[in-house]
């Protein structure tokens, strides 16, 4: 029997777990869950037979060594930061690895340890990272493979609120990491290239430099840049095309109401608020504006976003009950990203009958035979409940799938790498296929990123 260990039992470990549980007769698998809190992964195991929960401490290596040596391969479910733990001790100890997080630069520099130990580690297996790589890879290589020479990528993911279930203004609820969302595109600035033109968007403009685009029976969304698009280019191959911009998806609106935040100075994380236990959500918007002795902290805060009473900005403000002067932050020396936080999840939580979705976009530009084309792809999935989450299912499946793969050798280029080989995304892209995470492609006329000739681009 083969046995794989699972670092972390968080909720985003659900579908992974099952679908490995289900595989487990056929692929003579058992798992082990290791999590810092027993309970936690006692749930998980769901008291299968085919599955061991323990406690797993992993900053205490008398708890994580052991766990690591005697497994066949092992999953780390932590945040990023902390899977180099893991990755030292599945060195050390010659086990394969897979995780769904980006590559930090110390997972890096095992690479050459990793490949001369014939190891696969892989990393960015998920959905953003994982399925828009493989996704990608695919057309890439198909246009490359007849010949074609790549002239554009655009590519877009967003983790939305489904249509049944979207209820706010703000057309959002959170189905991921609530953090994530708040001090998103903040740490530097948004570099990418258009039309060869090297194109920069600073934080503080971030949300108001939109694209947007149409996904048929979907209707529009739109897209604000992600923060580095040009690492992609060494990765996808694409050092010669003249447009390359990765983005996050959103429906038309949220990003101009989101930049009101942003211009107040509440998405800020850098420093603590004083008595921020103590403050009230009213108190919370106030500080950020000027005093005055006769304005109240509704009129100060149109006057300086410059929004009217009957604006639907407005109204979206309302709607959150920013200006509750019985409600507390309640948290100690909170941030501002902190504070904004436990406001928003209290409007934006998914309940327990809503659903969430995952979308997905990819513009393809490239010329073959002398004539330029684009093709257009686009996946869109709609979770199932509140454990199967459209988030949870294209986070763990393509990871329990890799892990199969591995285990079974049908994934052998070792190495600290991503899924952008051909022997992993053809298999894998079609397995999930079967879970109804599907790519629809659209063949259409080229347009570039100035299809009138405009002058000043």
């Known amino acids: 029997m083969r046995e794989i260990l699972i670092v972390g039992a968080g909720k985003s470990t659900a579908v992974l777990i099952n679908y490995l549980l289900e595989q487990s007769e056929k692929e003579d698998l058992f798992l082990r869950i290791g ?163 090297y194109k920069y968007i600073p934080y503080h403009r971030l949300f108001r430099r939109t694209e947007f685009l149409e996904i048929e029976g979907h209707g529009k969304f739109e897209g604000y840049a992600n923060r580095n698009s040009l690492k992609y280019q060494s990765i996808y191959g694409l050092e010669n095309a003249l447009t390359l911009y990765r983005g996050t998806i959103r429906k038309v609106g949220f990003s101009r109401a989101w930049n009101m935040f942003v211009q107040l100075g509440m998405t800020d994380d850098s420093f603590q608020m004083k008595d921020s236990e103590n403050m009230s959500y009213r108190d919370f918007i106030n500080s950020f504006l000027p005093y005055s002795p006769s304005d109240s902290v509704e009129l100060k805060v149109r006057h300086n976003l410059k929004i009217d009473q009957d604006d639907i900005m407005w109204d979206k403000l309302i709607e959150l009950d920013l200006f509750n002067s019985k409600k507390k932050i309640g948290i100690e020396n909170a941030t501002p990203a902190q504070a904004l936080q436990k406001i928003l999840m209290d409007k934006w939580s998914l309940s327990q009958e809503d659903k969430d979705m995952i979308v997905m976009y990819h513009k393809f530009g490239y010329e073959l035979d002398g004539e330029k084309r684009q093709i257009d792809s686009t996946m869109v999935h709609i979770g199932e409940d509140q454990s199967k989450t459209a988030m949870a299912k294209t986070v763990g499946l393509p990871v329990a799938m890799a892990t199969i793969m591995i285990l079974n050798g049908e994934i052998k280029t070792p190495g600290v790498q991503l899924p952008i080989k051909k022997e992993v995304y053809q298999p894998l892209l079609k397995k999930l296929e079967e879970h109804d995470i599907i790519f629809k492609e659209k063949e259409t006329e080229y347009l570039g990123y100035n299809p009138f000739g405009e002058v000043g681009n």
Not at 81 to 107: P, Q, W
């Open 35 to 197: 999590d810092i809190d027993l309970e936690n992964a006692k749930k998980a195991c769901n008291n299968s037979s085919k599955c061991e929960a323990f406690s797993l401490d992993v900053f205490n290596a008398e708890s994580r060594e052991p766990a690591i040596r005697r497994a066949d391969i092992v999953i780390s479910m932590l945040p990023a930061r902390f899977h180099i733990e893991v990755a030292k001790d599945c060195l050390k100890f010659g086990k394969n690895m897979v995780t769904a997080s980006y590559i930090s630069e110390e997972m890096k520099a095992l690479d050459e340890e990793v490949k001369d130990k014939n190891l696969v580690f892989m990393n960015e297996i998920g959905v953003d990272p994982g399925i828009d790589h493989m996704s990608a890879m695919q057309v890439i290589d198909r246009i490359r493979d007849k010949g074609g020479k790549m002239l554009l990528f655009e590519s877009f993911t967003g983790g939305l609120v489904a249509p049944e279930s979207d209820n706010n203004l703000w057309n959002y609820k959170f189905t991921w990491n609530p953090r994530n969302v708040v001090v998103a595109g903040q740490g530097g600035v948004a570099e990418f290239i258009q039309e060869g033109k």
